[in-house]
């Protein structure tokens, strides 16, 4: 059985939030449209301290989008986001959020960000995800959310790594882009890797319960 995997829909990314993603409310209706015909509906969730190391305002006289060494990886430095309890670290307002059954959170340690899903960006930590889906014995995942060319795309390629059927839906992804063509360099990455792009309209929605 399939579970769908929303990542990160959450008030800093949409428009006005503090690192918006360009039409990051687009997704949203995507996500309430297909959550219904999944049998297991999980998110992840940005959740960070308030000093995490990977906000700029940590770092005298660094700006967002420069990247620093931290903790011997390259570390690209963001605006103040999704700091844990604060309005913007919520789930959007309109994304129905009653069919999520588990959230996940990451970000959480100061020291080390965390792009993907299942672990933070040394690939050490897990949140717990995977092993979740193990459990239930769920072998296939449909993954969709904020941003495609970071969290998205880092969730799906540790999705395959951990041996599961992953398909990423394109229509209900929307990137950063600190570069342009970021958020399409991303979906080639992903299917070289052995992620399924597909888009929400071509899914056959009887057969994923
Ligand atoms: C994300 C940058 C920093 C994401 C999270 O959800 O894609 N991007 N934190
Ligand atoms: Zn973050």
Redesign the pocket.
């Known amino acids: 059985m399939p579970a769908l995997i929303l ?2 829909i959450q008030n800093d ?1 949409l428009p006005g939030g503090a ?1 918006a993603v360009g039409n990051g409310d687009a997704v949203i209706g995507v996500a309430n449209r297909l959550a219904p015909h999944f049998p297991l509906v999980l998110a992840t969730q ?1 959740w960070h301290p308030a000093d995490h190391l ?1 906000f700029a305002s940590q770092h005298a006289g660094r700006r967002i989008g420069e990247s620093i060494e931290l903790g011997g990886r390259l570390q ?1 430095l ?1 605006p103040d ?2 700091v844990q309890e604060t309005p913007g670290a919520e789930f959007a307002a309109s994304l129905n959020t009653d069919l999520i059954t588990n959230v996940f959170r990451k ?1 959480t340690d100061r020291e080390i ?1 965390s ?1 993907s899903g299942f672990f933070d960006n040394d690939g050490r930590r897990s949140t717990g995800m995977g092993e979740f889906l193990k459990d239930l014995g769920i072998g296939e995942v449909y993954i969709m959310g ?2 495609t ?4 795309k880092f969730t799906a390629l540790d999705a395959v790594a951990l041996g599961l059927e992953t398909h990423v839906i394109e229509d209900g992804c929307r990137g ?1 882009d600190l570069i342009p063509s970021d958020s399409l360099e991303a979906l080639d990455e992903m299917k070289a890797a052995g992620v399924h792009l597909a888009s929400s309209g071509d899914l056959n929605l009887a057969s994923l319960a």
């Not at 060319?149 to 998205?152: F, G, K, Q």
């Open positions: 990542v990160d990314f690192l940005d990977s690209t963001w986001h999704c970000g960000d792009y904020l941003a060319d970071y969290c998205v950063v």
